[in-house]
């Protein structure tokens, strides 16, 4: 195993337009994250699973953002009606949470959206 | 709500000097506090990961250290090489995982 991969690592898109980004986490991690990052900023959370069951949503995670987890293994980050208020990069990470509390997370390289 | 910041925002130091970075945050109920580095581009990496039970964790040159009470955790670097180079980020967690902007370091050789 090489780690959580994500797809497209870049994606370019106009504004309206809809986008998906698929995050596969590392084999058997049940917790998966997806964060959203500024230029300068640290991530910032928008929403976790527990295997297929999505726990938490931040309020970041307007209407227009989809999260899904279906089969508690990949993961995949819908976007419509892009804005370009939404270029960003997108990390994904998974962690094992092998004592049910937090656990170090290992994150993916990233999807970079750029909404012109 | 947590806070957490991260000075310097910036840093360059010269090859082979010892340096530490700093993290504060506001809400002393965490789990546990990591210390991340970022390349450019690049997803995050972790460095270390400090339980809210413990004072400080150790790996190779990067020793972490963690006051709870105060709010306030170190990231000690010895020996820094250009190699170190790269965006240091501090995340606590909590109800979530907040992150601090990072410090961006640079070291010349």
């Known amino acids: 195993d090489t780690g959580v991969s994500q797809d497209p690592r870049h994606k370019i898109t106009k504004r309206g337009q809809n986008v998906t980004f698929r995050c596969d986490p590392i084999?058997?991690?049940?917790?998966l994250y997806w964060y959203r990052q500024t230029l300068g900023q640290g991530p910032e959370f928008l929403t976790y699973?527990?295997?297929?069951?999505?726990?938490?949503k931040s309020r970041l995670l307007s209407d227009r953002f989809s999260a899904e987890r279906p089969k508690g293994s990949f993961s995949t980050l819908e976007i419509q009606r892009t804005e370009q208020g939404d270029s960003a990069m997108y990390l994904c990470?998974?962690?094992?949470?092998?004592?049910?509390?937090?656990?170090?997370?290992?994150f993916g390289p990233g999807t970079r959206l750029l909404v012109l | 709500k947590q806070e957490v910041t991260q000075i310097p925002a910036a840093l360059s130091v010269p090859e082979g000097e010892n340096l530490v970075l700093n993290c504060s945050f506001t809400?002393?109920?965490?789990?546990?506090l990591q210390w991340f580095r970022q390349d450019p581009g690049k997803g995050l990496t972790s460095l270390l990961l400090?339980?809210?039970?413990?004072r400080e964790q150790t790996s190779g040159r990067l020793n972490a250290s963690l006051d709870k009470s105060s709010g306030r955790s170190t990231l000690y670097i010895a020996a820094s090489q250009p190699g170190d180079s790269a965006t240091y980020l501090c995340?606590?967690?909590?109800?979530?995982?907040?992150f601090g902007a990072g410090t961006r370091l640079t070291v010349k050789p």
């Open positions: 400090i339980q809210s039970s413990q």
């Open positions: 809400d002393s109920a965490i789990y546990n």
């Open positions: 699973f527990q295997n297929e069951a999505q726990l938490e």
């Open positions: 995340a606590v967690s909590g109800s979530d995982m907040r």
């Open positions: 084999s058997e991690h049940n917790r």
């Open positions: 990470a998974s962690s094992p949470a092998l004592f049910g509390g937090p656990e170090t997370q290992y």
